[in-house]
């Protein structure tokens, strides 16, 4: 509960949720999403973490997997979606990569899914790379919520490396 405030900014920066919801969230869907985060640990087994500065222990964003069930032309079927979100501090330090690459570890080793995808908007170019650098591949367009989609893939069998 105590890094609800956290997320709250987070999802309230217009530069961070560009590429996500397009614009600010409220109070209100900041706690739904908080909510479902919970949810998905208890369902699933897995969800998101939120990430901190080592060093300083500031706040500076949220990644992890989830299963939203969404609606998507063509389907994305049972498995886990790959997200991340960061703080403007945070951009183009690595600190995705770096995070993802441990939470896609511990996925791996804990749940061993067959593959895993990972939903960006077509603009959204940084993260795109920092799905490449993590073995996402096989990039297929899709559809959403009436809106064009990129969705990758990393197949557990990838042996590509994680670069940085």
Known sequence: MADFEHSLTLWADPDVVRYITGRPNT??????RYLRRAGHWHLNGYGYWLVEDIATGSFLG???FADY??????PIG???EAGWVLAPQAHGRGIATEAMRAAIDWMDRTHGPEKICCILDPAHSASANVARKLGFGDEARAHYNAQDISVYWRHRADTAEMGS
Do not use: A, H, N
């Open 27 to 32: 109070r209100e869907e900041v706690w739904q």
């Open 62 to 64: 949220e990644v992890g």
């Open 69 to 74: 069930k969404r609606e998507i032309t063509p």
């Open 78 to 80: 049972p498995f886990p």
